[in-house]
């Protein structure tokens, strides 16, 4: 234990090292999302109308938006100015967060000898210093991702009826939240729930106290934090929100990353149904194109580019800057 904490203390020298001397911004929706909240301090609101009714095509970036606004408004209270160090320990903590839940899983299915490898692989990925600067929906969903599988795993494990409650309560928080900062979150879910159909040995008593509370405790936190959301975002954006329809559709062309020209098509289709339309549409043209072989080395192509370390294909993005790079 006392290995380990010096491993995470080491862990935590080498984050704040690297924001120091590394002043690395990464561009594109990180840098939107963070100056709408800066804006936000002038009156605690989203704009509809900010960089080309950006807020109004992407409704999910709200609630990170809210989330920065909450950071900088803290650190204006404390003394601290400037967009640098307020956003950039949100990265910091969010990682580090991620990563003791995921030391504590390891200690706990395995031993602490498990954990103690947990924290020092962690030491020498690369991944938790360069994604520090990265406080977008990627980095900030980590904390609840790691936290809605720690406690989905303790409701599994409960020995007693109030703990499974508790846990399975705790899972749903996280899991709804996450969610509603990154809606990938909801893969967690749909794993819950088919571990809870597949999984041998559960009695229907057991199985109701996991899954009824979770699946409540769910339900309020994902409507709760929606009526969050529409306190700070109050105005409609069904007209121009680009529906889950065009992300496929974007997926399954090119190299199945970010292409300006899919915003174009999706952007110049008015009301969200016709845009859902249109979107599917395309999409099922595109698969048509690449047929059985073209799909199955697309999916390889994005295992690659867009998945594997969770940028969405912004791994070219760290070789822009030149000048000026180090502080």
């Known amino acids: 234990m006392k290995a380990t904490a010096i491993v995470f203390l080491l862990i935590l020298v080498l984050q ?10 990464v561009g594109y929706d990180n840098l939107l999302v963070l100056d709408e909240a800066w804006y936000m301090q002038t ?77 020092v692989l962690s030491l020498f990925d690369p991944i938790i210093y ?18 809605g599988i720690y406690f989905g795993w303790k409701t599994w494990k409960a020995v007693n009826l109030r703990s499974q409650i508790i846990y399975a ?12 900062i990154r809606i990938t979150e909801g893969i967690l879910l749909i794993a819950f729930l088919i571990m809870a159909v597949c999984v041998k040995g559960w009695n229907r008593c057991r199985l109701a106290a996991c899954l009824i509370p979770f699946l409540v405790i769910c339900g309020l936190t994902w409507a709760g934090t929606g009526m969050l959301r529409n306190h700070y975002a109050d105005f409609d954006s069904s007209d121009k929100a680009f529906p889950p329809a065009h992300f496929v559709m974007m997926g399954v062309g090119g190299d199945g990353t970010y292409k300006k020209k899919d915003v174009e ?63």
């Not at 994604?131 to 609840?144: D, E, G, Q, R, S």
């Open 43 to 119: 009156d605690g609101h989203i704009s509809p109308d900010f960089y080309d009714s950006y807020f109004q095509r992407y409704p999910h970036n709200h609630p990170v938006t809210i989330l920065l606004y909450w950071v900088l408004k803290a650190a204006g209270k404390l003394g601290v100015s400037g967009l640098y160090w307020p956003s950039h320990l949100l990265g910091l903590v969010s990682i580090d967060l991620a990563l003791l839940f995921m030391w504590k899983l390891a200690c706990e299915t395995e031993d602490i000898h498990r954990g103690f490898l947990v924290a």
């Open 265 to 327: 098509f999706t952007a110049r289709i008015p009301g969200e149904e016709a845009k859902t339309k249109a979107d599917l549409q395309e999409a099922g043209k595109r698969i048509r194109n690449l047929g059985v072989k073209g799909t199955i080395s697309l999916a390889g192509e994005k295992m690659l580019t867009v998945w594997q370390d969770g940028s969405c294909g912004f791994q070219s993005e760290w070789l822009y800057p030149r000048n000026g790079f180090i502080h």
């Open 16 to 25: 704040f090292l690297y924001l120091y001397y590394v002043r690395y911004w």
């Open 130 to 147: 360069i994604w520090i600067p990265w406080h977008y929906t990627t980095v900030c969903l980590l904390p609840f991702l790691s936290a």
């Open 169 to 180: 309560a705790c899972t749903g928080i996280f899991t709804a939240v996450g969610m509603r």
